[in-house]
């Protein structure tokens, strides 16, 4: 009799969660988190998870509309919003080994410019980030990334 009831009762929990599931619908987990942008510090603190610890939430949130990231180095390099975003996504989970500190620069009420130094054993990269209040949200609109 016991052994019935358990059977009933794992049979019941596998329903349960069957019809959970289905109730989500196929595309329920690749909805956007919703990321706190509320004020140029999260956006700032969002950028630097982002970049740094391999968050991936929030990549397209954060990113402006007309976002392009220069890189000084021997040559000058430019990369559009869908391609930095592209590239986000793939370092998910990959945390860089450096030290970060950042320092800002310039700040108003609608906009912010921030010095974000990455010290790395054998170099340092200093990104000069530049983010806007766009509605309600701030967002990261320009990226200057240079190497010593």
Not at 112 to 128: G, S, W
Request: one cysteine or more; a neutral charge.
């Amino acid at each position: 009799m016991r052994a019935l009831v358990k059977t009933f009762a794992a049979a019941a929990l596998i329903a349960l969660s069957t019809f959970a599931m289905a109730a989500e619908g196929p595309g329920a987990k690749a909805t956007k988190a919703n990321i706190n942008l509320s004020t140029a510090d999260f956006a700032l603190e969002h950028y630097v998870a982002i970049t740094i610890e391999g968050e991936s939430a929030g990549v397209e949130q954060l990113f402006a509309a007309d976002f392009n990231q220069k890189i000084q180095a021997t040559n000058v390099q430019s990369n559009s919003r869908s391609e930095v975003v592209k590239s986000l996504k793939k370092q998910k989970g990959e945390k860089l080994n450096c030290t970060v500190s950042t320092d800002i620069i310039e700040e108003s009420a609608d906009y912010m410019v921030a010095k974000v130094t990455l010290k790395f054993e054998n170099f340092t990269k200093t990104d000069l980030v530049t983010l806007e209040r766009v509605g309600n949200d701030w967002k990261v609109s320009k990226s200057i990334n240079s190497y010593k």
